[in-house]
């Protein structure tokens, strides 16, 4: 595996559900972001972990809940969302402290029935 | 707060132009500017990393340059092709290798045959 890789692909919750999404990078970064990209809206910075610290929170609806239980790894815990949260989340990382070339995943994206 | 806004929103031109996108940003205060292309529905493709200190980067067909003190920088696309159809995204990166990109609406690229 290379890169930023995303799971699941496609998800379809219900409102009431709680629902993960997992984020991996194999790119030995120090950091690594959430990113919510929804229809005609410019991406909107969710959360940012350097050195596995959360670091900013963008004003994000605490029915998100960001972990990061290394560097390596980046979680989106989601629960009793609403359907305005349906969009397309985008995982990135970097490395903080050099060049700082951001890469991203495939996304996964989101419905909230 | 950073801005971000890219010229054109959308552009249609046969196969073999030469294109120019255009940024242009609020905080002159950047540590670098990345340029990402997005195919529908799938994540973000880095094609450019420019550094506050640099004026230009180049990678095959694509030269992008960077006027920090004006808030500016060119993506120049050189004798398109239909695969470069795609959304062409400039963010800038905050001071301080933070690794927070700001992201415009974009410029949706159609190249027809």
């Known amino acids: 595996e290379t890169g930023v890789t995303q799971t699941p692909r496609h998800l379809v919750m219900g409102m009431t559900n709680k629902k993960s999404l997992k984020c991996e990078q194999h790119l030995g970064h120090n950091a690594m972001y959430w990113y919510k990209q929804s229809a005609k809206k410019p991406l909107e910075l969710m959360f940012v972990y350097n050195f596995k610290e959360q670091t900013e929170n963008n004003s994000v609806p605490s029915r998100f809940s960001p972990e990061c239980p290394n560097s390596s790894h980046l979680f989106l815990h989601l629960h009793t969302l609403q359907p305005e949260d349906s969009a397309l989340y985008l995982c990135?990382?970097?490395?903080?402290?050099?060049?700082?070339?951001?890469?991203f995943g495939q996304g996964t994206r989101l419905t909230v029935v | 707060k950073q801005e971000v806004t890219q010229i054109p929103a959308a552009l249609s031109v046969p196969e073999g132009e030469n294109l120019v996108l255009n940024c242009s940003f609020t905080d002159s205060a950047i540590y670098n500017l990345q340029w990402f292309r997005q195919d529908p529905g799938k994540g973000l493709t880095s094609l450019l990393l420019i550094q506050s200190s640099q004026r230009e980067q180049t990678s095959g067909r694509l030269n992008a340059s960077l006027d920090k003190s004006s808030g500016r920088s060119t993506l120049y696309i050189a004798a398109s092709q239909p695969g470069d159809s795609a959304t062409y995204l400039c963010a800038p990166g905050g001071s301080g290798n933070t690794g927070k990109l700001i992201f415009g609406q974009g410029t949706t690229l159609q190249v027809k045959p």
């Open positions: 990135a990382s970097s490395q903080v402290g050099a060049l700082g070339e951001a890469f």
